[in-house]
């Protein structure tokens, strides 16, 4: 079920790295996003609040593109490194961070976005 889970997130990216943000109209009154503390209104948001909130958060970068740029199976969680950046606006950004998505039967339940390596991987329970 772990490689299912790996090709569901990363077909989740590709989505997002084409400006669709669709798949977050699907999610239920279950799913939980939970914002790291570095992140603008930070906190633990569910079903339609994590829903609007992680859609205005990608489409304010709208024009600097969503990159999945490596993908870590985690068993019934996905660790995903995500790059974004932009150059046709003044200034370019470039900025980086890590989710840990997890899965239940096939479905993401949750998500956390944090700044770096190092907290996705203790957050997912894994070794550095």
Known sequence: MSEENV???RAMFDRFT???F??????TDEFEFVASPELPA????RGLAAS????GWLESFQGHPIEATEIVDAGDQVLVAVRQQGGESQPTIERGWWAVMTLRDGVVARGQVFPN???AVEAA???A
């Open 7 to 9: 090709e569901i997130v």
């Open 18 to 20: 084409e400006g669709d």
């Open 22 to 27: 669709s798949w977050f109209d699907d999610v």
């Open 42 to 45: 930070a906190g633990t948001y």
């Open 52 to 55: 609007l909130w992680l859609t």
């Open 117 to 119: 390596r190092a907290q």
């Open 125 to 127: 329970g894994l070794s």
